[in-house]
Nanobody, 124 residues
Framework: QVQLVESGGGLVQAGGSLRLSCAAS????????MGWFRQAPGKERGFVAAVSWSGSSTYYADRVKGRFTISRDNAKNTVYLQMNSLKPEDTAVYYC?????????????????WGQGTQVTVSS
């Protein structure tokens, strides 16, 4: 079992920045690919970013590429999502996820554990 707790969400103006954190406890953190997903009101949950076990590989949804950066610190059992140049359309609940799959990292089914989510609201 892995427990994930997100933090760092909040209200920010368009063009601003936020840094989300996801602290993991339980089984070895470095055994898991880590991902961030988000869900806006009335929409399906969608992929944002993922990082490989060692942190050497990262993947981004096109709509956040160049603005968001995912990283991990295996010594601290934590994954981060640095969000810059935020837009109102980035408003959503952001979820951290951990998965053991070697593929499909942009899909929710590749992840075994999910956090409770943290709200990000970007005002125009």
């Amino acid at each position: 079992q892995v427990q994930l707790v997100e933090s760092g969400g909040g209200l920010v103006q368009a063009g601003g920045s936020l840094r989300l954190s996801c602290a993991a406890s339980g089984r070895s953190f470095s055994d898991y690919v880590m991902g961030w997903f988000r869900q806006a009101p009335g929409k399906e949950r969608g992929f944002v970013a993922a990082v490989s076990w060692s942190g050497s590989s990262t993947y981004y949804a096109d709509r956040v590429k160049g603005r968001f950066t995912i990283s991990r610190d295996n010594a601290k059992n934590t994954v981060y999502l640095q969000m810059n140049s935020l837009k109102p359309e980035d408003t959503a609940v952001y979820y951290c996820a951990a998965g053991g799959s070697s593929s499909g990292w942009t899909r929710g089914y590749a992840y075994d554990y999910w956090g409770q989510g943290t709200q990000v609201t970007v005002s125009s």
